[in-house]
């Protein structure tokens, strides 16, 4: 008995499994392709913007409701955390000047890369500042920072709470082995200069600024650095 042989309609014999995956279109290798700069500057903006709106709107009506908004805001914070996490993959997910800056000393992020991200990071502070101020219309200026401890006791805590920050970051954002998840906790911290500069700027209230604007990225380098030097 000879070979029942299968043709299709328009006559031609079916293709085999071989044929139909030679047929298939190759998709790009995605994970080749590089990100330019500005959509990484855009990706930038756009998650300090919303992690920004966030915190300052958690800021003003907690001030204006007596803490009952201020906690329902709050609940918001896993959600915008997520939301944040979502540009990893594209800028790194820094959000923050000191965290650029530390990554740019330790050669995680091109030298070229560092003004544009810390500008993106800190249009987005003060734009997420502005809508909120315009948004709510606080009575107080409560969204600017301002230490309410002594200078050398600011610049110690704010140094030593920006190392812990970056020895997670630098761990869980540089090293194969660590859990990734963790690193967007670790960016929804406070630490942050661009937190201080927009509401300065939108306020006008600029006292002791200088404690956020230099104890944060050094205490950045050193928590970087540390990391580095026992993994390494």
């Not at 540009?87 to 890369?113: E, R």
């Amino acid at each position: 008995m000879e070979p029942i042989n299968h043709v299709e309609g328009n006559g031609d014999p079916p293709a085999s499994h071989t044929t139909l995956r030679r047929r298939r279109p190759k998709c790009p290798n995605m994970a080749a392709v590089p990100v330019p700069l500005i959509k990484k500057a855009i990706a930038e903006f756009l998650g300090t913007f919303i992690l920004m709106f966030t915190q300052v709107s958690a800021i003003i009506m907690d001030e204006q409701h007596d803490g009952v908004e201020g906690l329902m805001a709050s609940w918001g914070s896993p959600s915008v955390t997520v939301l944040v996490f979502s540009t990893i993959h594209i800028s790194g997910c820094h959000l923050n000047p000191a965290v650029s800056i530390a990554m740019a000393v330790f050669s995680h992020l091109p030298p070229a890369h560092l003004v544009p991200y810390i500008a993106a990071q800190v249009l987005g502070s003060t734009a997420a500042s502005f809508v909120g101020n315009a948004i709510y219309h606080p009575v107080n200026p409560g969204i600017a920072t301002v230490p309410r401890v002594g200078t050398a006791e600011a610049f110690a805590i704010k140094f030593i709470t920006t190392f812990v920050l970056l020895f997670v970051i630098t761990a869980v954002a540089t090293d194969p082995h660590a859990v990734k998840e963790l690193i967007a906790v670790a960016v929804g911290a406070s630490m942050n200069p661009a937190r201080t500069i927009g509401p300065a700027i939108v306020t006008g209230r600029y006292t002791k600024i200088w404690i956020y604007l230099m104890a944060t990225p050094l205490g950045a380098i050193a928590g970087a650095g540390a990391y580095v030097a026992i993994k390494f």
